[in-house]
């Protein structure tokens, strides 16, 4: 299943947000995350399943003005 | 003089007191190392913060994150680079959660020359937030018409601009940053962004701004830690000037050495 990973394209094996994370190795609990623009919550990624073409962004602490 | 020390004068930002005028970004420094020590010389008490993609699995994002929990900061994420009313609520939800805290820095960025703020967007967004439970900071004009939606909204802070993001200017619009502390006089009102010298910072406090919020002057000042520690002296030189009540200007010379007695006369 083709999807699109913080902008780039990917063909992911994984069907939920959830396992997502693990087959990238994003460790859970220091990233946030959102489908198509739309924030899903931690405890929510085991149950946000992913389909084609969806825009995941995974994001981390950085240095901001 | 007891009375003009730091300390006897605290500033309220949705509760919480704090004793500086200067927040700062963590952003463009040369070093990490460089960064922690130019933040101990500012005494900053709170510190901008992002949210970014990270190739590495979220490790550098973590070492920086653990390296500002280090210092014992207070953080303001930001929603920096959004364009889009979505897009800011869902950095900022995503930023309340990695963070732990309901502040959010809000910037909807409408125009690309000056990084000049939606303000339409910026009000919608700002609802939004608020109706959610954010303590917003909004990154907006000197306009008084968007202050009130923005207050309306329930934003306790507003954060006007000085000059554009990173220009350095200064203070580009003397009459309407007076005009908007002279309109609200009980709102805590920060200048966020566009400074450039540790004067311009001590002229916002001298207007009576309640703190002045830059990034650039100091990360890319030659020697950032002895930037940080000028801006810091600037502040408190500001801050204890304007509440000290400065003179008034006037037109005409007024000598200051008394006439009366004055020989030759």
């Known amino acids: 299943m083709k999807i699109v990973v913080n902008g ?3 063909e992911a094996q994984s069907s939920d947000l959830d396992a997502l994370l693990a087959e990238l190795d994003y460790e859970p609990a220091l990233v946030a995350t959102a489908v198509n623009e739309n924030f899903v919550r931690g405890k929510e990624r085991a149950k946000t399943p992913l389909r084609e073409g969806d825009r995941v962004e995974i994001l981390t602490p950085r240095q901001g003005g | 003089m007891d009375d003009f020390s730091a300390k006897n004068d605290l500033l309220h930002f949705y509760g919480v007191a704090v ?6 970004g963590t952003a463009q420094y040369p070093s990490p190392a460089i960064l922690a020590a130019a933040l101990r010389a500012s005494h900053a008490e ?3 913060v992002s949210l970014r993609r990270e190739a590495g699995g979220g490790r550098a994002g973590e070492s920086f994150w653990e390296l ?8 303001l994420p930001n929603t920096a680079g959004c364009r889009t009313v979505k897009e ?3 950095t900022a939800q995503m930023a309340r959660e990695l963070f732990g805290t309901p502040w959010i820095k809000l910037e909807v960025i409408g125009e690309e020359d000056l990084l000049a703020p939606d303000v339409f967007g910026l009000v919608e967004a700002a609802r939004i937030l608020c109706d959610d439970g954010f303590q917003v900071f909004p990154y907006t004009t000197e306009d008084l018409v968007v202050a009130e939606k923005l207050l309306d909204a329930g934003c306790k802070v507003l954060m006007p601009w ?24 009980d709102i805590p009102l920060v200048i966020d962004a566009g400074l450039g010298a540790p004067s311009q910072a001590a002229q916002a406090l001298e207007l009576g701004y309640d703190a002045v919020l830059l990034n650039t002057a100091i ?19 500001g801050r204890t ?8 200007p006037r037109d005409m010379a007024e000598p200051s050495t008394p006439v009366l007695g004055k020989a030759f006369t």
């Open chain 2, 19 to 24: 004793t500086s005028r200067l927040l700062v």
């Open chain 2, 88 to 90: 800011a609520v869902a």
């Open chain 1, 8 to 10: 780039e394209i990917f």
């Open chain 2, 68 to 75: 500002i929990r280090s210092l014992g900061l207070r953080v």
């Open chain 2, 46 to 48: 709170i510190v901008t």
């Open chain 2, 219 to 237: 990360a890319r000042a030659g020697d950032p830690v002895a930037m940080a520690r000028a801006f810091a002296a600037a502040c408190d030189a």
């Open chain 2, 241 to 248: 000037a304007f509440r000290a009540l400065p003179m008034e």
């Open chain 2, 162 to 185: 000085g000059a554009p993001i990173g220009s350095g200017r200064g203070l580009n619009n003397l009459f309407g940053l007076r005009a908007m502390r002279a309109h609200f006089p």
